[in-house]
């Protein structure tokens, strides 16, 4: 394969054959952060490099905040399969992939070394500031594919990426007592949990039923925002926490 012209200067060119054109030419908007999920950096990189495996992504990040770039900016690189967000399905048209070298939870879901995650920070400003890219649609896989995927995981430092003007955060609300909603729950106060999930970005249907699908985006949402308490269940930390998200967005008010 043939070297190519990093577009983040700081990256050394490592090829994938796994790309193609971005759909009607657009450019992308989005970032998409994953963790490699696979014992070692070397062959999770090599994995991405082969043409069997028909995955890839823009920017690999070491352990030791090296990057490579496996596609160019300009092309639809493999990493985000099955997934949505705001309506957009076609993720990979849409968005800059970046793989982070970590084992994930099939390896016990090891920290982030800290030269990994600047890494990983400084990556995303450049990327974001070349285009344009909102905080908020700086984004896990977990978040355009729940239940499908749960990268980068519950222990990825988003707060911290956020102080470095990176994502969109807020402070979690306190778990404590409350009403709450989970599996099997009917009525509008479900829906108006739906419909909170769905105007954030989340593919949630607006059913008033507390199902397997709204359990899975509720589940993702906390994995993302909520991360000390991960099971599913909208209680008052998560619904009052996505509620604030909603309203510090730009020309948003709920």
Known sequence: MTLFDCDYAAARSVPSPNHGERAGGRSPDMIILH?????????????????????????????DGRIDQLVS????AWHAGRSSWKGE??????????????????????????????AVAELCRNCG??????????????????IRK????????????????????????????????????EGQPVEALQSMLSLYGYATEITGIFNDKTEGDVAAFQRHFRQAQVDGIADMSTIDT???LLSALPSFSV
Not at 41 to 62: D, G, I, K
Not at 104 to 109: D, I, Q, T, V
């Open 89 to 118: 399905t076609d993720i990979n048209s849409a968005s800059i992939g970046v793989e982070i070298a970590n084992p994930g939870h099939p390896g016990g879901l090891p920290d982030f070394p800290v030269a990994q995650i600047e």
């Open 150 to 185: 749960v990268d980068p995981g519950e222990k990825f430092p988003w707060k911290w990426l956020h102080q470095q003007g990176v994502g969109h955060w807020v402070e979690p609300t306190e778990i404590r007592g409350g009403r709450f909603f989970q599996r099997g729950d």
């Open 73 to 76: 900016e300009n092309r639809r």
């Open 35 to 63: 963790y490699t999920g696979m014992e070692t950096a070397a062959s999770a990189l090599n994995w991405l490099c082969r043409e069997e495996s028909q995955v890839s992504c823009h920017y690999f990040v070491h352990e």
């Open 242 to 244: 996505l509620h604030r």
């Open 129 to 146: 500031d070349r285009w344009s890219i909102a905080p908020e649609r700086v984004l896990a896989h977990s978040d355009v594919a729940p």
